[in-house]
């Protein structure tokens, strides 16, 4: 960690208003306990403690207290084990019901901002016919309950319709983002077999306008399951005659009013959507989300740790390959106003997104931690460019976010603000380590582990720590826990991927450190950290010492064991790597190599002053932002590029040229 980010590390940047049980919805959900299951609370420990304690009492008060549609039955929990825990076995419910039922009756629900096409707006009763057309549409094309229904869709209104409809039926809806490349939208889907796929010609990034008409002819010829292919006009308007044998998204809404939309009853753990790992190290895993798991966990997040509600306008910055898509849509369950941004989000520049803000009333402003770094970086003040004084409530995740990003946030955006770094991932669809309403915020640390997940740090012999590194783990189980990966019959698969090192605990693969006060911070991704002669640190802590310097725009390290034959001391046969992008105008000349150096060896340890420092043109990232650390080592342990990563996932494929030939000539510096 920088000398600033230490000396800010846990400094009370916010606190809680005295009234704050009188104008949050978890103070209401409080006073709902106390009146209907005469439970009272001292304080958000108290309440989390209950609602890992009792997880049928939790679980079954969320049902109540958002007064759920649909049949709960009398059981909540069949089972506490892990894998294995059944929830609400006697339910029937459908999400895209409960998305519908509590919508306001004037203004929009849905706000829309592309760089593609003009501002579309939707009211409830224009969602609602969509969604209800788009579903008999659907009915012509011979979809039912279990099909599955792919879209080649950005964030837009048409995504969120289909979404909607697909999961009325009692299908199985899974999106990627046109900016995949076909090789990894074929990857995913062909494990899936859809028989339907929606997709965009192409959209514009910025100023250029990318053509998808190609990938989208090789993505149908790869999947023989498919038996319509529709086209949603968004690059053009003749779109569909653009695609053979394709038809058009104005088609799929044509034929008589169906009036409202129906809605197929279906058990608790039917399937909803298909989300994916992230696929930068072989076949990405088809995760499988139920209806009801992901209605309560996002129903609790959304209302009573973010604090929505009727009258917020929802917005994070997300294309439909990510899970904060699904988290953001579902902003219709607690009746905000959701909002969806499709471009690039550095266009014109960096104030593009923060003046969307300001247009569209945005109460909530979620994104990743590295556009708030980008921005820092640049030296932007948001509320110098525009009106932030209606945001509440600012969301930050896809990587730590460093305590002097904190600092940044509360004194160029909004200083009232709650800002929550927030933490889970794709495979639960939401965080379990985020903020509350009711709670501190500190710099650099996440306030709380979230009401019902059950988070602990765990040393290597399984055994819980405080106040230093652990793995990141859940002891007991959360309803939107996978139902399983598609196809993993006898659930071997999944096994191994969450309870294989500590049987009957979920390991999540993040270091994270609990604190005595209750908060947490979260260091990298485990399998990437750096252990260099008994010294073990995140990544996190790396980048923020690297990432302080003005000369460095991204960064990655790599530690690599057993490359190095013979030497002697406690790091012999190692070797730690650091891979920098420069600033524009600026070398890496000695001076900086040192000035690295020096920074390093005093902030963190000697053994993290890297054997060598080299420049490369880009630091290859996901479509999500996240760093390729894993697949990086991967590739420079001799691992072809084509297995240490699925390139049609990243956002510039090319980034990983400079690695491979670093790997190919080690004394060499990558072109």
Not at 545 to 559: Q, R, Y
Request: some cysteine; glycine content about 10%; proline content about 7%.
């Amino acid at each position: 960690m920088s000398e600033a980010g230490r000396s800010e590390q846990g400094r009370v940047l916010w606190r809680p208003p005295a009234d704050v049980l009188d104008r949050t919805r978890i103070g209401d959900y409080l006073r709902w306990l106390e009146r209907e299951r005469s439970l009272r609370f001292a304080d958000y420990a108290s309440l989390w403690r209950w609602t890992v304690d009792d997880l049928p009492a939790f679980w079954a008060s969320v049902w109540d207290y958002f007064q759920v549609r649909g049949r709960r039955g009398d059981t909540v929990l069949t089972d506490d084990a892990m894998p294995g825990a059944r929830w609400f076995p006697g339910a029937r419910i459908n999400y895209a019901e409960q998305m519908l039922a509590n919508l306001p009756a004037e203004g929009p629900v849905v706000v829309a901002r592309s760089q593609t096409r003009e501002p579309v707006e939707l009211t409830a009763a224009q969602l609602r016919a969509e969604v209800a057309r788009s579903r008999a549409g659907l009915v012509r094309l011979g979809v039912g309950p279990g099909d599955r229904v792919a879209a080649y869709l950005p964030n837009i209104p048409e995504t969120l319709v289909l979404l909607l409809a697909t999961a009325s039926l009692g299908a199985v809806f899974s999106s990627c983002a046109p900016e995949f490349g076909t090789r990894s939208v074929v990857d995913r889907w062909s494990q899936i077999e859809p028989k339907v796929l929606v997709a965009v010609d192409g959209y514009r990034y910025g100023a250029k306008d990318i053509d998808r008409t190609d990938e989208l002819a090789a993505i149908r010829a790869a999947l023989p399951s498919l038996e319509h292919v529709v086209v949603v006009p968004y690059l053009s308007e003749d779109a569909a005659r653009r695609v053979p044998e394709a038809s058009a998204w104005a088609d799929l809404l044509a034929g008589p009013d169906p009036g409202e939309p129906e809605f197929e009853p279906v058990a608790f753990d039917h399937p909803l959507y298909l989300l994916y790992s992230s696929g930068t190290t072989g076949l990405p895993k088809p995760i499988v989300h139920g209806h009801g798991g992901i209605l309560l966990e996002h129903l609790k997040t959304l209302a009573l740790h973010f604090d929505l509600g009727p009258g917020d306008r929802f917005f994070w910055f997300s294309t439909t390959g990510w899970m904060m898509w699904n988290v953001l849509v579902s902003g219709l369950l607690v009746g905000a106003t959701v909002v969806l941004v499709d471009g690039n989000p550095a266009q014109p520049d960096l104030g593009h997104l923060w003046r969307l803000a300001d247009e569209c009333g945005v109460t909530f402003f979620g994104t990743s931690a590295p556009f708030l770094m980008s921005c820092r970086r640049a030296g932007l003040r948001p509320a110098e460019v525009a009106d932030l004084s209606r945001i509440r409530g600012l969301g930050s995740t896809g990587a730590p976010l460093p305590p002097e990003g904190f600092g940044w946030v509360y004194e160029n955006v909004n200083p009232d603000l709650l800002l929550q770094s927030f933490s889970g991932g794709t495979d639960l669809c939401t965080g379990f380590v985020g903020g509350s309403p009711l709670l501190p915020v500190y710099a650099g640390e996440l306030s709380c582990a979230c009401l019902g997940a059950a988070v602990a740090a765990y040393d290597p012999a399984g055994h819980p720590v405080v106040g230093r590194l652990g793995e990141l783990v859940l002891e007991q189980p959360m309803p939107s826990m996978p139902v399983g990966f598609w196809g993993d019959r006898d659930g071997s698969r999944y096994r191994a991927a969450y309870f294989a090192d500590f049987p009957g605990v979920w390991r999540h693969g993040d270091w994270v450190e609990i604190t005595p006060r209750g908060t947490c911070v979260i260091t990298g991704r485990s399998d990437a950290t750096l252990k260099r002669g008994g010294v073990r640190m995140g990544t996190a802590e790396f980048y923020s010492v690297v990432d302080g310097f003005p000369e460095i725009a991204d960064s990655l390290v790599v530690h690599l064991e057993n490359v190095r034959p013979g030497g002697t001391g406690a790091d012999a046969g190692e070797e730690l790597l650091l891979f920098v992008v420069l600033a524009e105008g600026t070398e890496l000349d000695e001076d900086l190599r040192r000035r690295l150096a020096a920074d390093l060896r005093r902030q963190l340890s000697p053994r993290h002053v890297p054997d060598e420092i080299v420049a490369v043109r880009a630091i290859p990232r996901t479509l999500s932002g996240k760093k390729l650390e894993v697949p990086v080592k991967r590739i420079l342990e001799g691992r072809p590029v084509e297995e240490a990563a699925s390139t049609g996932a990243l956002s510039d494929p090319g980034a990983l040229a400079a690695f491979e030939a670093y790997a190919r000539n080690r004394h060499r510096a990558p072109e």
